[in-house]
């Protein structure tokens, strides 16, 4: 299996675009997660999936964040508009079960201008 | 909500071991605790995981006491190539949705 798969891995945009972040899990994991790292904050989790259902949304930002998961190998992550202080690198991880390992993807280096 | 806390930093030399504790004192019972490190510009990967007592592997240790308020990753012998930033992750329960809380990370420079 290639592991996770993110796209884009670098994306550069000006304030007010909207960006979408994708990704492919790992075949047969049942959960996907986004996380968000900064210097400031660390990594944190944004919201996950379970069965293609969103579990906890609890730690999106705010509207301008959304998270869709159509099928069980892929997801995206929309920001709408974005704004600067939404640079950060975004992870997106897979497991199988709820409390086993987590295999994270290379991460999107999103900057906002 | 369980919450974590790991030292900024630490430094050691080659062929020492390292030990990196986290603190997590809300930890509910019925939750795992899970290690992993991280490299620049790469993704957290998995070290460890337990929910209590010692659990081993091939290239770590994590030592859980009894009450699980914290928890210590201990790394036999490192290397430089063990220069990287650690986390601890604790999943917590209670409050009826599963949430996954990492630590703030400890960077670990390896000194030759």
């Known amino acids: 299996d290639a592991g996770v798969i993110q796209s884009p891995r670098h994306e550069v945009t000006e304030m007010g675009q909207e960006v979408t972040l994708r990704c492919k899990p790992i075949s047969g994991h049942d959960y996907l997660f986004w996380y968000r790292q900064t210097m400031m904050r660390g990594l944190e989790l944004l919201i996950y999936?379970?069965?293609?259902?969103?579990?906890?949304d609890s730690g999106m930002p705010e509207d301008r964040f959304s998270a869709k998961m159509p099928n069980a190998s892929f997801s995206t992550l929309k920001i709408q508009p974005s704004e600067p202080r939404d640079s950060a690198v975004y992870f997106c991880?897979?497991?199988?079960?709820?409390?086993?390992?987590?295999?994270f993807g290379p991460g999107t280096r999103l900057t906002v201008l | 909500l369980a919450k974590t806390t790991q030292p900024i930093s630490m430094d050691s030399y080659e062929g020492q071991e390292v030990n990196i504790t986290c603190s997590h004192n809300n930890i509910a019972t019925n939750d795992y605790i899970t290690w992993y490190q991280q490299f620049p510009s790469q993704g957290p990967r998995f070290i460890i995981q337990g929910y209590k007592t010692k659990v081993t592997n091939e290239v770590a240790s994590l030592f859980i006491p009894a009450d699980r308020k914290s928890s210590t990753l201990s790394l036999p012998r490192v290397s430089l190539s063990d220069t990287a930033v650690y986390y601890c992750l604790v999943g917590d329960g209670t409050s009826g949705t599963y949430k996954y809380i990492f630590g703030t990370g400890t960077r670990l420079k390896v000194l030759a």
């Open positions: 991880a897979s497991s199988f079960r709820s409390n086993n390992e987590q295999f």
């Open positions: 999936f379970n069965n293609n259902v969103p579990i906890d």
